[in-house]
């Protein structure tokens, strides 16, 4: 059988159960992506191990593992610049004070108790820091979906967690980048140089300021001049092409990550009138085929056999991903005017790890940052963290619930006759 017809049996099994699993995840009130991370698991070593089939070709010039690994690859491209596209920037700028005190908050003490416990159990410098960083994602999917459940997303909590998240995203974006970029030099400690140091910082700056500087400029104009083409979806086509173009100069030009570029990408189109077309024609293809081929891959590369190394580290780590972002936004919340009640709810919401942790951990164990065993302990910490966020974030806005009861039952009560109602000011 040629490597195209398995490809296209294996992918046709890959799609049909993470639909079923995330369809299993849903009904129980959980996130799809959950569902699909399970059924790679499933899929992978720790059960049936899809790709130990005997008939799988081995001997071609790309096999069909890595040809699957090429597709989820690009799904975590187009997952990223779906992303950026999605970021309410207005919503972002409302709450930039709050969100980003706490955002920065969940960034430095996670990412610093994650290298400290690292350093501690005998992790190297730069595994130690990427641990860290694989700490510092925030899920703005799973947090969107607690909070819209409890009719909590136009809240000013709501509204401060999802900045936060969106925030989060961005400075773990940027600290990723930073640490794929200063990576060779920290290993290599005998041959870092500050000048090393300083033309890879360089490098990264200019490129990101490069990217914001023009990038806006070059999206306008590409989705402007979209519109004049004749045949379907151009302005979807175009969008993809810059998507593609900034994610290849970030990582080719900046030594970065080529999510980062993707990501901001989404942003820029984001600014134009192209943006929901844009994203209801990218929106089928993300959730049908890339989400789940990534999703599925990443829980592929779990070997829930080895999983029982290190339980100390682990427990220790997750308690850290836990409280980190419990103290640490709370903390940014706190000091910005919200009650202590406000911010305990702002710092369970940034919990969940999420899709961002799983592209960080992925990016680790392919650049050889973090071993086999981190690996699957980071994904098993975003599947915990997954599951008992929404718990967490029922039991913060139960009391906020009985609040809101009695102030309707107070403001229907008659109002004297001269009196302003302060609550419309």
């Not at 081995?58 to 975590?76: Q, T, W, Y």
Request: with cysteine.
């Amino acid at each position: 059988m040629s490597v195209s017809l398995q490809i296209l049996l294996c992918i046709a099994v890959v799609i049909v159960t993470a639909k079923l699993a995330a369809a299993a995840s849903s009904r129980l009130g959980l996130p799809l992506v959950l569902g699909e991370l399970i059924a790679g698991v499933i899929l992978g070593p720790s059960v049936l191990n899809l790709w130990g089939i005997p008939w799988l070709a081995h001997n071609s010039l790309l096999s069909v593992p890595e040809i699957f690994k090429i597709l989820a690859d690009l799904g975590v491209v187009f997952l990223m610049f779906v992303a950026g596209l999605e970021t309410d920037i207005a919503m972002l700028r409302s709450t930039v004070g709050p969100a980003f005190w706490s955002a920065a908050g969940g960034v430095v003490l996670p990412m610093a108790g994650g290298y400290a416990l690292s350093r501690a159990f005998g992790f190297s410098t730069v595994e130690s820091v990427f641990i860290g960083t694989i700490l510092t994602a925030t899920s703005v999917t799973i947090t969107a979906h607690t909070l819209m459940n409890l009719n909590q997303l136009r809240s000013k909590i709501g509204s401060t967690i999802l900045g936060a998240a969106v925030i989060d995203d961005v400075l773990g974006l940027i600290v990723l980048s930073v640490v794929i970029a200063l990576a060779p030099q920290m290993a290599n400690a005998g041959d870092a140089s500050w000048r090393g140091l300083a033309g890879i910082l360089g490098r990264l700056v200019f490129c990101l300021i490069t990217m914001v500087a023009f990038g806006p400029i070059v999206a306008r104009w590409a989705i402007k001049y979209s519109t004049r083409l004749h045949g379907h979806h151009t302005e979807t086509a175009v969008a993809l092409v810059v998507a593609m173009l900034l994610a290849f100069d970030a990582q080719w030009l900046g030594g970065m990550a080529a999510i980062t570029g993707a990501y901001l990408a989404g942003l820029f189109i984001a600014m134009t009138p192209s943006r929901q077309t844009v994203n209801d024609d990218l929106r089928p293809m993300l959730n049908s085929f890339f989400g789940p081929v990534f999703f599925v891959s990443v829980g592929m590369g779990v070997n829930a056999r080895h999983i029982g190394g290190r339980v100390g580290f682990f427990l220790i780590l997750l308690a850290i991903a836990i409280f980190g972002k419990v103290l640490g936004c709370g903390m940014g919340a706190y000091g910005t005017g919200f009650s202590r009640r406000d911010s305990l709810a702002v710092g369970v919401g940034m919990i969940p790890r999420g899709e961002v942790g799983l592209i960080t951990a992925s990016l680790g164990l392919t650049a050889g940052l973090v071993t086999q065993d981190v690996y699957v302990q980071s994904v098993a910490l975003v599947l915990v963290t997954t599951l008992i966020t929404p718990a967490l974030l029922r039991f913060c806005f139960s009391k906020a619930e009985t609040t809101t009861e009695v102030s309707g039952a107070l403001d229907r009560l008659p109002v004297p006759a001269g009196a302003s109602e302060l609550g419309d000011a």
